[in-house]
């Protein structure tokens, strides 16, 4: 089993199993180029001497998170695919997580933008502002799993810190033969920010 794995959904995050043995690398989060994520995606295949011809899959996370970070994780992955049998698997942020809480009591939420968050609640991910979730949390009475900083938007103070495993969901989806298509598109609950500045531009020129 030999797959890469890329995660650029909240900073650079790349993985690789190599059987039975796991190597990843973080760069710098500041980073979020093609050329330079390529560059670290060389570093680490030629630590094991592997070209990509040799992966059996590579593995992208597909969002929510940083939109030009899923566009570079998507491109690199469909690139280093389209021309080869390698395969592709596609996870998500939130299925990268691990926490031991109740699933049905629990909202896991993620950094977001501006003042919204992402969030997962009874197997539905969407993107809210803080005050609306926090009503939610509220009025259920939800355990919640995030990190510190969001606790601290939120208001809350007893909260599950989340970990990432990026190579046991991965694992996971290899062995069950959970594979994507090469035409997946990154998950970005929300418009971009492009386009939210164009339809204010638009109602405003209603209006007048």
Do not use: W
Request: glycine content about 6%.
């Amino acid at each position: 089993m030999k797959i890469l794995i890329i995660d650029c959904a909240y900073g650079n995050h790349l993985g690789l199993i190599c059987g039975d043995e796991n190597f990843e690398i973080k760069a710098d989060l500041n980073e979020k180029t093609s050329d330079t994520i390529i560059l670290k995606i060389d570093e680490l295949l030629k630590k094991k001497k592997l070209a990509v011809d040799d992966l059996d899959a590579v593995s992208v996370c597909v969002g929510p998170g940083s939109f030009t970070g899923l566009r570079v994780g998507a491109t690199i992955c469909k690139g280093f695919c389209a021309l080869s049998k390698i395969k592709i698997i596609t996870f998500t942020s939130f299925e990268a997580l691990t926490y031991n809480e109740s699933k049905d009591k629990t909202i896991i939420c993620l950094q977001g933008f501006g003042n919204f968050l992402y969030a997962l609640y009874n197997g539905k991910m969407f993107c809210d502002e803080i005050p609306k979730i926090k009503a939610l949390i509220e009025e259920n009475n939800l355990s919640v799993c995030c990190s510190e900083s969001v606790a601290k938007s939120l208001g809350v103070k007893t909260y599950t810190s989340l970990q990432t495993d990026i190579f046991k969901i991965t694992k996971e989806k290899f062995n069950s033969g959970k594979f994507s298509d090469i035409n997946f598109e990154p998950l970005y609950l929300r418009a971009s920010q492009a386009e939210i500045e164009r339809e204010k531009r638009q109602k405003n020129e209603n209006k007048n």
